[in-house]
């Protein structure tokens, strides 16, 4: 299979309440799902028709197998999915209270496998030619993944598409500081970078959109994709900027819909679209995600996006 998207970074096995609207204490039941930034907008790509694969590590254990069936199960190439022999598998607790919100309990102790990745996990032929390649903030967060996505991205030398999911999780980081220093010196190195008020002001230190799209444009992005919630997407080039209204939909669980929407932002860049029509698309396939529970599983289709459009 020609590898169409590369993603890069995140993976586990998120847990979700059969319970809403209590706290972990009192559910009893929990349905098992693919989980994970980067995993989950590989899978949500692969829904949209795209060919996609996620270079990653698990664990050698039950979990990891179970990461490699499911990743084939969606069409995604589990090729690049290597292995931490001293690590187990991230898994994830989810507390659907509120839904639209959900607090995670993440269980990547002492690191992830997914933070260990080094050159040699890396299919540097891929990186080079993959016409779309997809990192996060996550992934430089500790070494030697740090180091790693830097020399893939030097490696890349700012070929379209190279998107940067600003992927910002607190408990991942030291500080706001060291966050921002280290996820924000990878904007000279993409060409797309997407996030919410809260990832932007991390990564270019405001919370405002459109100022945080200039300082993004003037460090030679092509499009900035900045999410705000309730007052829609705000969708940036170097010739000019639009905001495209939310989606409004009755909310069963938030988590993955910034990957739905990643998914098919994707598919939107291979496309060609314009970025409205872009924005517009994956407002709608984020909203469908978020009326769902789960996160992999929810990944809308093509058709589901175009019937609610």
Not at 21 to 31: E, M, Y
Not at 91 to 111: G, I, K, Q, T
Request: proline residues 7%; charged residues 20%; negative net charge.
């Amino acid at each position: 299979m020609t590898i169409e998207a590369l993603t890069i970074g995140r993976v586990g096995v998120d847990l979700y309440p059969e319970q809403s609207g209590v706290p972990l204490a009192g559910v009893s039941t929990f349905a098992k799902s693919l989980g994970g930034t980067a995993t989950n907008v590989a899978v949500a790509a692969a829904r949209l028709g795209r060919s996609a694969a996620v270079l990653t590590k698990v664990g050698p254990d039950g979990f990891g197998d179970y990461v490699r069936q499911a990743l084939s199960g969606f069409g995604v190439s589990p090729s690049y999915v290597g292995t931490s022999p001293d690590l187990l598998t991230p898994v994830v607790f989810c507390e659907l209270n509120p839904p639209a919100d959900p607090p995670l309990l993440f269980y990547r102790s002492p690191v992830a496998p997914d933070l260990t990745l080094t050159e040699a996990d890396v299919p540097w032929d891929v990186v080079e030619s993959v016409p779309l390649l997809w990192v996060t903030g996550t992934g430089v967060s500790v070494e030697p993944a740090r180091a790693t996505q830097r020399k893939i991205l030097e490696t890349r030398g700012r070929r379209e598409h190279t998107v940067l999911d600003l992927d910002y999780r607190p408990m991942f980081w030291t500080s706001v500081e060291q966050a921002r220093e280290e996820i924000g010196s990878m904007l000279d190195h993409v060409t797309v970078a997407v996030g919410n008020r809260t990832e932007v002001e991390v990564a270019v230190g405001t919370a405002d959109p459109d100022e945080a799209a200039d300082r993004m444009l003037e460090r030679g992005l092509r499009l900035a994709v900045i999410k705000k919630g309730a007052d829609g997407v705000l969708v940036a080039t170097p010739d000019g900027r639009w905001t495209v209204p939310p989606q409004r939909i009755d909310v069963v669980c938030g988590l993955g819909a910034g990957d739905g929407f990643g998914g098919a932002l994707i598919h939107g860049l291979l496309s060609g679209w314009d970025p409205v029509r872009i924005a517009e698309y994956a407002n709608v396939a984020g909203a469908l995600v978020a009326s769902r529970l789960a996160c992999a599983d929810a990944m809308p289709t093509a058709a589901e996006i175009e019937e609610l459009l």
